[in-house]
């Protein structure tokens, strides 16, 4: 009777594997198993910025990208334009860019595909003189752009809209990156501009004459950056982009547990960066907008926010929607991998 048991139980098994085997396979792997198959691997991520407070989540991913599964992770800071015109040529296979920017792509023809946020929420803080209180303020006054295109003109023009006003009541000067808003600010060629709170914190450190004059968030939850890839590339290395979003969710836990940590490896990757900018930059990160999501800050809302805005403000052509080119299905199970409900 046993024997015949045993047999049932193993034709049953069989029988289980192969239905797994013949659907592709449903269940979540584990850390030691992604380990077990990216062991070795090599992989390239590139950032949309030069180097900021910000960013150092991203090298924390990298980081733990190799203690975790043994990836071989090196990273590269460029501006956003040359950063998802490298993902698309395959110069680099991951990057991390705004959501509206690749909605952009999308619509233009291209095949990016979303799998993860970087989990640093929208920290973009409005800057400028201490005489300037609130948007309204801003008419007339010199607007500092970084560039003329992105999520940055997204939030101004809605901001904009929402105080009753248009780009028209600003004079707007595209400085090219914003580390030249930060000098403009600082030189008086700007009155204000749309900075990560980082970089805000360098401009209030150097000139008392400046303050935060909008928190960007209360208006818009948006997704900020994203980790995206050709969708072919997600196809093929399905293990590796999971590899990605659990790293990141992880990097963003790190990042809002561990002060000193975090302010120790900011003056380490961020130039010319003072002590005193990065534990201001980790306090409004944290205590302020709270910008570091612990489990996962792909939210469809926040995607299905982020889309609208944009259209409205032009900043793409036309409705898209976030099914297109983006997908939840690495959160998820990265979340069951680091057990969260």
């Given at each position: ?9 193993l034709?049953?098994g ?19 198993s ?15 910025s ?21 990836v ?12 998802a ?23 233009e ?6 799998f ?11 800057v ?15 607007w500092?752009a970084?560039s003329?295109?992105?999520i940055?003109?997204?939030i101004?023009?809605g ?17 090219g ?11 008086g ?11 805000a914190a ?5 000139s ?17 950056d994203?980790w ?27 990042a ?12 380490a ?15 409004q ?8 999501d ?22 793409i ?16 199970q ?8």
């Amino acid at each position: 009777m046993r024997q015949v048991a045993r047999q049932v139980c193993l034709v049953v098994g069989m029988l289980l594997v192969m239905t797994f085997s013949a659907t592709g396979g449903t269940a979540t792997p584990t850390m030691a198993s992604l380990r077990q198959v990216l062991q070795g691997k090599t992989l390239v991520i590139g950032f949309s910025s030069r180097p900021t407070v910000m960013d150092v989540v991203g090298v924390k991913t990298a980081e733990l990208l190799k203690a975790d599964f043994g990836v071989e992770t090196s990273y590269r800071s460029l501006d956003a334009p040359a950063l998802a015109a490298a993902v698309i040529t395959g110069q680099i296979p991951v990057g991390e860019v705004s959501l509206g920017r690749i909605a952009s792509m999308a619509i233009e023809g291209g095949n990016p595909l979303v799998f993860a946020t970087n989990d640093v929420g929208n920290d973009f803080v409005i800057v400028g003189r201490k005489s300037i209180t609130s948007v309204a303020d801003m008419k007339g006054k010199v607007w500092g752009a970084s560039s003329s295109s992105g999520i940055t003109i997204t939030i101004r023009d809605g901001l904009l809209r929402q105080a009753n006003l248009s780009p028209d009541d600003l004079r707007i000067v595209v400085l090219g990156g914003s580390t030249a808003v930060v000098q403009a600010l600082l030189a008086g060629r700007a009155d204000v501009g749309l900075l990560h709170v980082d970089q805000a914190a360098q401009v209030i450190e150097r000139s008392p004459d400046h303050h935060i004059i909008s928190y960007t968030y209360k208006q818009f939850p948006l997704v900020n950056d994203v980790w995206f890839a050709q969708r072919s590339w997600v196809q093929q290395n399905r293990e590796m982009a999971l590899a990605v979003t659990v790293a990141s969710i992880k990097a963003a836990r790190w990042a809002r547990d561990n002060k000193e940590e975090f302010v120790k490896a900011s003056l380490a990757y961020v130039p010319d960066l003072t002590q005193k900018v990065a534990e201001f930059s980790w306090e409004q990160g944290t205590r302020v907008i709270k910008v570091w999501d612990p489990n996962g800050g792909l939210k469809l809302e926040n995607c299905a926010a982020t889309l609208r805005v944009s259209l409205e403000t032009g900043a793409i052509k036309r409705a898209i929607d976030c099914s297109e080119f983006v997908t939840f299905e690495f959160q998820v199970q990265a979340r069951q991998i680091l057990g969260v409900r």
